[in-house]
């Protein structure tokens, strides 16, 4: 099949959970014999407008940088972008499927007579009214006239888009009801597939010298217990009340562990300060972002990985840190739960206050035995469910059966 891949951003141009999705699923949809091309704005002015990565045709588009002064006008450049390109590209391809991603360069795409008549699914990674709330920190009580109004055009934006769409992914149980909730879909619309983990990458470690040799190398003694998260820092990502759970812990006599934070955004300043006032700086490291590629060692030298998002849409960081032997516990409610439920309930905090966050690590410390995960059972259980490979035949019978 022809499959055109429409997205704001792709992996590794872009930092973040649905690029990763997009450039796995795009890989494994290739090397099953499909032509792949991908539609993407530009990440920076160096980026090609054409390249051939990992047999993908990957076409970008200009758009105002990230920090420039026109970036806010970025989705503007994306209808239009993604709408050139695709009048170009059908000229010359007759695509057999559109998979759209993100709201703006679907409808841009939408905009075309010529999409009509194609099958189209939009993957919905995420609620994109939630991810502006997040990025500018904004609740009910502090949306003025002018966010209002943005939040509208979004949600009608992505609402069209859905509505044109034959079928909706969602990664999660938990997205597909938002979706309903949100977008007033029906449940029988929305296919939920769970994103995957790449198995040749995130494995175990060798063994326990590798272990002591990643400690080593980070500074950190074997009597120190570390607990890692990665997550944006954006409003309401439950970073507050992890740094809280941690005084809580620091309070009662648990000096012995330190916190590692992967990750960037515009409130790091304000988390900063939150653990200089509270004089955590000796137990709580802010990394900014980490490569990719190595947060591997990360995982490996952790003793605990914590998931603070409440309404998470799929846990891939979770996935990608049980996949190198270390434990995960979590909010009860969002992605990362549901993947935890099926491992076992007591992975899941109590509710998402900072007492049952700070209760649920201190368990965790305190019975070691706890911290150990059979690298068989996670292996099987990988392999039949969240290998990329795997995600992608689910994503293939879903296409073939859309009409």
Same mark, same amino acid.
């Given at each position: ?44 002015? /160096? ?63 939408? /905009? ?53 769409? #034959? ?8 997205? #597909? ?43 950190? /003694? ?50 900063? #300060? ?25 995982? #490996? ?5 914590? /998931? ?96």
């Amino acid at each position: 099949m022809n499959i055109l891949i429409v997205a704001e951003g792709r992996f590794p141009d872009f930092v973040g959970g649905s690029g990763l999705v997009i450039h796995h699923l795009g890989k494994h949809l290739a090397d099953h014999g499909h032509n792949i091309h991908t539609v993407t704005r530009k990440a920076k002015k /160096s980026d090609k407008f054409y390249e051939l990565i990992d047999t993908i045709n990957v076409h970008r588009y200009s758009a105002p940088c990230i920090g420039s002064f026109l970036h806010k006008l970025f989705p503007l450049y994306s209808i239009w972008g993604a709408r050139k390109l695709f009048l170009k590209l059908n000229k010359a391809i007759s695509f057999d499927v559109i998979i759209f991603n993100h709201p703006f360069p679907a409808l841009g795409v939408l /905009s075309c007579s010529m999409s009509r008549n194609v099958k189209k699914i939009y993957i919905l990674h995420s609620s994109t009214v939630g991810e502006y709330l997040a990025s500018k920190n904004l609740k009910n009580s502090s949306i003025n006239l002018f966010d209002r109004l943005i939040i509208f055009i979004m949600n009608q934006v992505e609402r069209f888009a859905l509505k044109k769409s #034959q079928k909706i992914v969602t990664l999660s149980k938990y997205m #597909q009801d938002q979706v309903v909730y949100i977008h007033s879909e029906k449940e029988d619309r929305i296919e939920v597939i769970p994103g995957g983990v790449d198995v040749n990458t995130f494995q175990f470690p060798a063994n326990d010298d590798e272990i002591t040799r990643l400690r080593e190398e980070f500074k950190i /003694s074997k009597e120190v217990l570390v607990l890692f998260t990665a997550k944006r820092i954006y409003g309401g990502m439950g970073l507050e009340n992890l740094i809280d759970a941690i005084e809580m812990l620091v309070n009662t006599g648990r000096k012995n562990v330190i916190l590692f934070h992967a990750g960037e955004g515009p409130l790091k300043s304000d988390l900063e #300060q939150r653990i200089q006032k509270k004089g955590l700086n000796k137990w709580i490291r802010l990394l900014g972002n980490i490569p990719h590629e190595n947060m591997k060692s990360y995982y #490996q030298m952790a003793d605990l990985y914590i /998931s603070t998002w409440r309404q998470e849409p799929f846990g891939l960081v979770a996935l990608e840190a049980l996949s190198c032997g270390l434990p995960v516990i979590s909010c009860p409610e969002g992605g990362s739960a549901e993947i935890l439920k099926g491992l076992s309930k007591n992975l899941l905090f109590k509710d998402s206050g900072i007492s049952a966050m700070a209760e649920k690590i201190r368990y965790f410390l305190d019975h070691s035995d706890r911290l150990k995960i059979s690298e068989t059972s996670v292996g099987n259980t990988w392999e039949d469910n969240y290998a990329w490979s795997t995600t992608a035949k689910k994503l293939e019978r879903l296409i073939s059966s859309v009409e």
